[in-house]
């Protein structure tokens, strides 16, 4: 069945450093890739997609390529704030519209 | 507009308790689904409903969960004979239809069964 994995955490960066969360998948077929955010004390929000392989989606500084060759979905971001700190969640919908999560990536930014 | 609600946003009960978890969905929203995220995973498909009906509930662990959307807007997840093991958030989504829609998910009901 469709699956994917992503990095393990914990990940504690210093403010204005380089974000990278890798995430692969497994899917038959051509699935859509999400990332999702949950802020402290908020709920799931979705932070960028993309649909098709090479799509890049963007969002609040943040970027993703979809790589089929790699079956990857990597999450960057250059330069990081306070206001980064939030669980990342890794995501995949299949032909049909179940999401498929990652168990997601805690990531912690000091100033 | 709101946003998907849920409630309660606690629940604590006792090994055998029937539970009773709402959702309603963002107005005009087709789609709902359910999620169940236990501590330190993602969340996992339990079931969906595209209108009144059941579209898909696959993700039920077992037929101590059921789940009903009788006027194609509220959802209530029950379940019965509650176990320790049942403890989890359990978040709701909805989207304006199935497929390629956005899922807008709910801030969740954490349920703990002592």
């Known amino acids: 069945g469709d699956s994917v994995t992503q990095m393990e955490g914990p990940v504690t960066l210093s403010e204005e450093a380089f974000l990278t969360i890798n995430c692969t998948y497994t899917a038959t077929g051509y699935p859509s890739l999400f990332w999702y955010v949950q802020y402290p004390g908020e709920g799931l929000q979705l932070l960028l997609k993309a649909t098709k392989a090479d799509d890049k989606g963007s969002n609040k500084g943040f970027e993703a390529t979809y790589r089929k060759e790699t079956t990857s979905f990597h999450l960057e971001k250059g330069s990081v704030q306070v206001s980064d700190s939030a669980v990342y969640f890794c995501?995949?919908?299949?032909?049909?519209?179940?999401?498929?999560f990652g168990a997601g990536t805690t990531v912690t930014v000091r100033a | 507009g709101a946003g998907v609600s849920q409630t309660p946003s606690n629940k604590v009960t006792e090994k055998g308790k029937y539970v009773e978890l709402r959702c309603d969905p963002i107005?005009?929203?087709?789609?709902l689904y359910w999620y169940r995220q236990s501590l330190g995973q993602g969340p996992e498909f339990l079931i969906y409903?595209?209108?009144?009906?059941?579209?898909?509930d696959s993700g039920l662990p077992n037929d101590r969960f059921f789940a009903v959307r009788p006027e194609g807007s509220v959802s209530t997840l029950k379940i019965q004979r509650t176990e320790r093991g049942d403890s989890a958030v359990y978040l709701c989504?909805?989207?304006?239809?199935?497929?390629?829609?956005?899922?807008?998910f709910g801030p969740g009901t954490r349920l703990t069964v002592l």
């Open positions: 995501a995949l919908s299949g032909n049909d519209y179940k999401l498929s």
């Open positions: 107005s005009g929203h087709t789609a």
């Open positions: 409903f595209q209108g009144t009906g059941a579209a898909d």
């Open positions: 989504a909805s989207s304006w239809t199935s497929g390629e829609h956005e899922q807008f």
